[in-house]
């Protein structure tokens, strides 16, 4: 898998198409992704064996593993592309995927990689404008190459290598990068010909498509195919199953949740069609990149995408944590559309109900339960909700999704495991906390001050260095010393260190010591260092605090975050900061 953002928008049209997705795949929750190599029987047993189907990054490594899957009921999807392909200097020996791509053990078993490998077909790969080959993403180091889908011998490389890897035994193909260029240059340089001069790479990408659904089918009409990328779908009828919402709110390219739940709903409602139809959508959330506790988030995205009608997928981003539970949750077809009640949005199903309560307040609701169900448990907390007269009540936290069903569902779920999982995670986390000690410097001005000149302050000021505070939907992050707002973070919306901003404080508030918080309601990404309080005296004198050059970020997981964070809460992303005259 890409971890690559693919716009919903682009996803909203699946044109005239009539086929319906396979009913197995129509009726799963959650599913999963496994990239890694090789998986010992016992691995697979304990991470895999719950979700309906695998797609599976290095099918041939794990032949043995998903055929015993196969067994219990778990259907096994390969990964495929037709927008690039290995080449002699693109491979790499890592034992799993390596930028996104699998290992050369795989694509040398692999009878897919193998058939379109450009190894010994470098005139397959894509050129550009200027006689070069384009690679993937049109990245500079060296990514596999893209490939035309217009040369004649690629195509039926294509053609017999998703052949020859359906043979094995596999419930269908992921067909990933459905994204491909427009134009192919290849033929005005001299690399290739192209087999259908007067069409375009995209057109001859979904012809070539099409010829591998059929390949897919032709092994029965209980297989399926899905594709990552859906700017074609709203523009050509693919006989696909469905599709993918790759990074679904969380994603390790951001440090929020993104888009909203308004606009998800929005987008879904794009969607609905087709998912009537009986198209699937798969979204697929990249978890432990946020501001929020990380099995919160899977929540949340598990209870937006089922309420949406998608199948949820955290391609193993959530293992270690109690969110592992999910993937016993099954809740059948809905029974209702999305509806709202006391500020929360909710969609009932056969054998559960999920909720999303979005307001940043917590909220108490009435909701309705499955018909014939006596009890429910929040899965989220392991609290039984009683049902009475047909409905229970939801205590829901601020910003937070549930998940409820029967009791009885859950029974033979490996709780203690997940939990002793989910403490020792804690545990580390805590430990690690706490081993961070903040770093400080010398006050820049050296004062001695006796406890009465804190009443005769006259001026005072936080003055600090900040990096990348942007304006606009991301201003309004609050300043608080000692308890109360004292302004907001200056915005500098660019992406350098500013030094010795000033935010004016009431001289009210200051004392010896003193606590500093900065808020980021708006989820900005951005650094603060060299943070001191300074004070001018009635009598001319000044004095500051201790410089605390710790280093602090709103963003962790941010390419750009450089400091100590507190990535588990939001609202108060940055660790409290402790300002104090004297020897700090």
């Known amino acids: 898998m890409e971890w690559r953002w693919i716009a919903l928008g682009s996803l909203a049209c699946l044109g005239g198409m009539t086929w319906a997705a396979p009913q197995w795949l129509r009726q799963a929750d959650i599913c999963t992704g496994y990239y890694r190599s090789a998986i010992t029987a016992e691995q697979a047993e304990e991470a895999l064996a719950a979700y309906p189907f695998v797609v ?72 550009g404008p200027e006689g070069k080959i384009k690679r993937k993403f049109n990245a500079t180091y060296n990514a596999w190459p893209q490939t035309c889908t217009n040369v004649a ?25 459905a994204h491909p260029e427009k134009q192919c240059w290849g033929p005005k340089f001299g690399k ?122 955290d391609w193993g981003t959530t293992n270690g944590r109690l969110s592992q539970i999910l993937r016993h949750v099954r809740l ?63 205590q829901i936290p601020a910003e937070s999704g549930r998940v409820y069903v029967p009791a009885e569902q859950l029974r033979n779920a490996p709780w203690e495991r997940y939990l002793a999982q989910e403490q020792e995670w804690q545990k580390q986390e805590a430990a690690r906390l706490a081993k961070i000690q903040p770093k400080y410097e010398p006050a820049p001005v050296t004062t001695e001050l006796k406890d009465e000149d804190f009443k005769q ?8 260095d900040v990096f990348g505070t942007n304006s606009g939907k991301y201003a309004g992050k609050r300043v608080l010393l000692n308890g109360e707002a004292i302004g907001e973070l200056p915005e500098t919306d660019r992406d350098e260190w500013v030094k010795d901003l000033r935010i004016k404080v009431p001289a009210r508030l200051v004392r010896r010591e003193n606590r500093l918080e900065i808020r980021n309601e708006t989820n900005d990404c951005f650094n603060v260092n060299r943070v001191y309080l300074w004070i001018k005296l009635q009598d001319g004198r000044e004095a500051a605090t201790g410089r605390d050059v710790t280093g602090y970020t709103s963003a962790p997981k ?27």
């Open 332 to 394: 059948g077809l809905p029974r209702s559309e999305i509806e709202s009640t006391e500020g929360v949005d909710y969609r009932v199903f056969e054998q559960g109900i999920v909720a999303i309560n979005a307001a940043e307040k917590a909220v108490t609701a009435s909701l309705p339960a499955p018909p014939g169900v006596s009890a429910l448990l929040d899965v989220r907390v392991r609290k039984d909700c009683p049902v009475q007269g047909g409905r229970f009540e939801a």
């Open 56 to 127: 599976w990054g290095n099918p041939c490594l794990n032949q043995e593993t998903w055929r015993r899957l196969q067994a219990q009921g778990v259907r096994a999807l390969a990964y495929v592309s037709l927008y690039k392909a290995p080449s002699a200097d693109s491979l790499h020996e890592a034992p799993n995927w390596d930028r996104g791509d699998p290992s050369r053990a795989e694509t040398e078993v692999n009878p897919f990689w193998r058939a379109v490998s450009l190894v010994e077909h470098p005139e397959w790969t894509l050129i």
């Open 192 to 313: 290739h010909e192209h087999q259908f001069p007067d069409q375009d790479n995209e057109a001859t990408y979904c012809s070539l498509l099409e010829e591998v659904v059929k390949v897919v089918r032709s092994y029965g009409r209980d297989k399926a195919v899905l594709i990552n990328g859906g700017g074609l779908l709203g523009k050509h009828d693919l006989p696909v199953d469905g599709a993918m919402w790759e990074s679904f709110i969380c994603s390790s390219a951001w440090p929020d949740r993104r888009p909203g739940w308004e606009q998800v709903k929005r987008r879904a409602a794009r969607l609905r069609r087709h998912l009537e139809a009986g198209k699937v959508w798969i979204a697929l959330s990249y978890l432990g990149h946020t501001g929020y506790n990380p099995v919160e988030d899977a929540f949340w995205c598990c209870a937006a995408a089922r309420a949406c009608g998608f199948i949820w997928a």
């Open 558 to 584: 941010w390419r750009k975050g450089r400091g100590l964070a507190a990535p588990r809460v939001k609202g108060l992303p940055l660790p409290e900061m402790r300002l104090r005259f004297g020897a700090p």
């Open 153 to 177: 011998g690629y195509r039926e490389a294509v053609v017999r290598g998703a052949r020859e890897l359906m043979a094995l035994g596999l419930d269908g193909l992921f067909v990933d990068n």
């Open 457 to 464: 302050i006259a001026e005072a000021e936080l003055r600090l």
